[in-house]
């Protein structure tokens, strides 16, 4: 049962909208005029547009256009004669957000629904025009995401209204909408809104649906001034939107007397809708106020008192109950009030939100929850409330759910025979559901032999109990078929023996009827145990037996394998003879290895890895330990030489003289030397011009100085090197250049 006070609203899905730099995201607009006299006219057009989505700013100016119909060519032209050659260039005078207030103040408005508004406010004066005027404002581009109307993004909004011979000969004011409409609505409720206006002058009012104008587009978003009339209708897509259905579900409808907008949409999504205001004197037409915006229709929750608690509760007479009330007003704090309905204790109740309570006696009672919380509005302060009801049993424990299982037959296919023993002290068993293996095979008192074709070893049995009064109680027992060995299909022999102990590990305390092993020509000793020795030399597999006092057997087999007699360790290191300051890159490399520790580890990056980089600083030996996949060690090693660095000659070389005469034989003059660290190179002619330099003992000098080969003379050089151990050897001297 329910008693619900006022809703709440959970959120509004909005469409997302796309962004584009040259369009303001239209949401409505409306225009209108009123007569100060002497010809005289206030112009008033409001603009809406998204918050997040409207680029760029509102037009500063906005560009209202004025344009006079021709009789004689049935075409509008702009009447230069008034404005701004037919143009009224409003500056933007505000830029204000809507402030979204909701009917029901027990909703709340989701924090990504925006629109801003402007409104731009002048002053014209319009003589009297056979025909009167028509003014407009357009601009590009309406929302994309909208659903009842063809390319929405393309065809933008046009907001005109009409002064007409008689409005300006008897100084007619338009008749104004007096509220903007919500900014969202949720999907199936009912809308109902007051689209009234008030006409200064008192004329009659007709009120009716109509279509919206299209207006700029893309390609040009905002026209100054905007386009002449006549203007076309948006396109609905139709079906199913069309004027006498604008958005789906109950169809919107106003009442042409009053304004009063009903319907009920039964889609989430974004919906354009046009209402327009026909002003009436002496039964004739002067003026029509047109406006058109947008509806988001979204998903509403609600604020929802609600709870649980078991529907029948054996557990004895403390029931826990569980809130689930739904409170999207969550920056305000429930208030909770309990009625726990026990005759045995009047009155009790709590305060808390999931509260635990001790009934006096067994029974069925309905308890009350009441929540209520306290909001404050930009309209006032309002009191929310909601109350949920639930009827429920509770009982004393009473149930004892028992049950024996017994192995007939543990062949393939395996029977187990069940005995139910299960009891109710109180109340008589009415249900029985048996599962093996998560599978449901009987739902009796006494369950038929359960046979397994699949050779299972292990089952899991659960009997669910259930009772008179709804009460349920479990048992769950695992039996195992055979016995629960630990052992390997293969193991593998790392040592050159003859013999080897074979091990198969029993869990648990079974009692083991006999341990039978084959062939029995290879079985040294303890042929009758799990741990018998077998000779290698008769066959690479054994094949057991295990007989269990149920009679039960188990039969597998284990494989010896003796590839792990040889590894195929081979190991280098490159170099394998250093200067001071050098690395060399060691790597082994064998069958199916798996780990590996390099010793000595002091001059090694990861003495873990199959390849690390060595930079010894003495000559050394590196030993490494290699494990392979199944468990088998060996051990490998090499040496690296270290050398001392010697800084000086004839560790260091540079030659005298060179021929540079293209026969591929002392071609090149290099600085020669395996301990050089840094270097650099100059050689000068005789007139102490320098014809070449290096910084790198690979390049040498072929005798080119300016792309041209120079002639034999005696040249001089500098020579500054620095060694790997960081001392530095300079000399200058001469270079013959032969050819």
Not at 5 to 24: E, N
Not at 356 to 362: A, C, H, R
Not at 611 to 626: C, D, H, L
Request: one cysteine or more.
């Amino acid at each position: 049962m329910k008693n619900k006070h006022y809703s709440l609203l959970i959120g509004i899905f909005l469409m997302v909208l796309p962004q584009f730099s040259w369009a303001t995201h239209i949401v409505g607009g409306e225009m209108n005029y009123r007569c100060l006299g002497n010809d005289q006219y206030e112009i008033q057009l409001t603009i809406f547009r998204d918050c997040d989505t409207g680029v760029p700013d509102f037009d500063d100016p906005a560009s209202i256009g004025f344009y006079a119909y021709d009789a004689i060519t049935n075409t509008y032209f702009l009447d230069t004669g008034v404005g701004q050659l037919g143009q009224l260039l409003i500056p933007k005078m505000n830029d204000d957000t809507l402030n979204p207030i909701l009917s029901d103040p027990c909703k709340v408005v989701p924090p990504n629904v925006c629109v801003n508004t402007s409104t731009y406010i002048d002053t014209i004066s319009l003589p009297f025009r056979e025909g009167g005027y028509t003014l407009a404002y357009q601009r590009c581009c309406r929302n994309q995401s909208i659903l009842n109307i063809i390319d929405p993004l393309d065809t933008g909004a046009t907001y005109p209204i009409e002064i007409s011979e008689t409005a300006l000969l008897e100084c007619n004011s338009n008749a104004v909408f007096n509220e903007w409409p919500p900014i969202y609505i949720c999907v199936n409720d009912p809308i109902d809104f007051d689209h009234s206006a008030t006409d200064i002058d008192g004329d009659s009012l007709v009120y009716k649906l109509c279509t919206p104008f299209e207006g700029a587009n893309p390609d040009f978003p905002m026209p100054q001034p905007p386009n002449p009339p006549p203007y076309t209708e948006v396109t609905w897509i139709d079906p199913p939107y069309n004027l006498s259905n604008v958005m789906g579900g109950v169809p919107l409808a106003i009442d042409p007397e009053t304004g009063f907008l009903t319907g009920i949409p039964n889609t989430i999504g974004q919906f354009v809708v046009g209402i327009c205001v026909e002003e009436y004197r002496d039964g004739n037409l002067i003026s029509t106020t047109r406006r058109d915006f947008q509806y988001n229709v979204g998903v509403c929750g609600e604020f929802v008192s609600s709870f649980f608690v078991p529907e029948v509760s054996c557990e004895g007479l403390e029931v826990l109950f569980d809130d689930q009330s739904i409170n999207a007003l969550s920056n305000s704090p429930l208030e909770y009030n309990w009625s726990f309905n026990d005759p045995g204790n009047p009155g009790a109740g709590s305060t808390f939100s999931d509260p635990v309570f001790i009934y006096s006696d067994t029974g069925t009672y309905t308890v009350q929850l009441a929540i209520e919380t306290q909001i404050t509005a930009p309209n006032g302060t309002f009191l929310c409330t909601d109350t949920s009801f639930s009827t429920f049993s509770v009982y004393e424990p009473s149930l004892f759910p028992e049950f024996t299982a017994s192995i007939v037959d543990c062949n393939d296919p395996i029977n187990i025979d069940f005995i139910n023993t299960s009891t109710d002290t109180v109340f008589n068993l009415t249900d029985w559901q048996w599962t093996v293996n998560n599978t449901v095979f009987s739902n009796s008192e006494s369950p038929p032999t359960f046979i397994s074709n699949n050779n299972e070893q292990e089952f899991e049995i659960e009997l669910i109990i259930t009772n008179e009064k709804g009460c349920q109680d479990t048992i769950t027992q695992i039996i195992d078929i055979g016995i629960d060995l630990e052992y390997s299909n293969s193991v593998v022999v790392c040592e050159p023996v003859s013999t080897f102990d074979l091990e198969v590990n029993v869990l648990g305390n079974p009692d083991i009827t006999s341990w039978t092993w084959e062939p029995t020509a290879g079985i040294i000793s303890g042929g009758n145990t799990n741990t018998p020795t077998v000779d290698l030399g008769v066959t690479d597999t054994y094949y057991f037996s295990v007989v269990y006092d149920d009679g039960c057997i188990f039969e597998d087999s284990i494989m010896i394998d003796n590839s792990g007699l040889d590894l195929g360790l081979n190991i280098t290191a490159t170099p394998d003879t250093l200067n001071d300051g050098q690395s060399s890159q060691l790597e082994v490399t064998g069958n199916n290895l798996d780990t590996y520790n390099w010793e000595p580890t002091n001059s090694l990056d990861d003495p873990t890895i199959f390849n690390p980089v060595a930079s010894p600083v003495v000559s050394t030996e590196y030993t490494t330990i290699v494990t392979d996949i199944n468990g088998c060690i060996d051990t490998i090693s090499i040496l690296i030489v270290v050398l001392s660095t010697i800084c000086e000659e004839p560790y260091l070389f540079m030659p005298n003289a060179f021929t540079p005469n293209g026969d591929s034989e002392n071609d090149v003059l290099f600085v020669e030397g395996n301990v050089i660290d840094e270097m650099y190179l100059a050689i000068y002619n005789r007139w102490g011009e320098k014809v070449f330099e290096s910084k790198d003992k690979s390049i040498g000098w072929n005798g080119m100085y300016k792309d041209e080969l120079l002639e034999p003379d005696v040249y001089g050089y500098y020579l500054r090197i620095k060694c790997v151990n960081g001392e530095e050897y300079f000399k200058k001297g001469n270079i013959n250049l032969i050819r």
